[in-house]
């Protein structure tokens, strides 16, 4: 029984492991729809920031030009209200040739 209970508390807490959650999609070419959603806000900024980080990643040369960034309703949350200060913003990087 103690066992299962703390499997359920870790899986429930992994979420929150994995913090940020990134996602890119290609909506053409040299362009992305970004999103990123944490468990664990400070401010709007580390979010930008996570944006950015993304962004770089995403685009091969590494640059690009982030665009139309707004909240998103975070997807992120636990059973035990372990993501009280959760959030999320999505915006589009065009790469830089």
Same mark, same amino acid.
């Given at each position: 029984?103690?066992?299962?209970?703390?499997?359920?508390?870790?899986?429930?807490?992994?979420?929150?492991?994995?913090?940020?959650?990134?996602?890119?999609?290609?909506?053409? @070419?040299?362009?992305? /729809?970004?999103?990123?959603?944490?468990?664990?806000?400070?401010? *709007?900024?580390? #979010?930008?920031?996570?944006? &950015?980080?993304?962004?770089?990643?995403?685009?091969?040369?590494?640059?690009?030009?982030?665009?139309?960034?707004? @909240?998103?309703?975070? /997807?992120?949350?636990?059973?035990?209200?372990?993501?009280?200060? *959760?959030?999320? #913003?999505?915006?589009?990087? &065009?790469?830089?040739?």
């Amino acid at each position: 029984m103690r066992a299962a209970a703390g499997g359920l508390i870790a899986l429930l807490l992994a979420g929150c492991q994995s913090d940020p959650a990134l996602h890119s999609a290609r909506m053409g @070419p040299a362009h992305y /729809r970004l999103q990123v959603d944490r468990c664990h806000v400070i401010d *709007r900024a580390q #979010l930008e920031d996570d944006l &950015r980080a993304l962004a770089a990643r995403t685009c091969a040369a590494g640059e690009g030009v982030l665009e139309n960034i707004q @909240p998103l309703p975070s /997807r992120q949350g636990s059973l035990f209200g372990e993501c009280l200060r *959760r959030g999320a #913003l999505q915006g589009e990087v &065009r790469c830089l040739p």
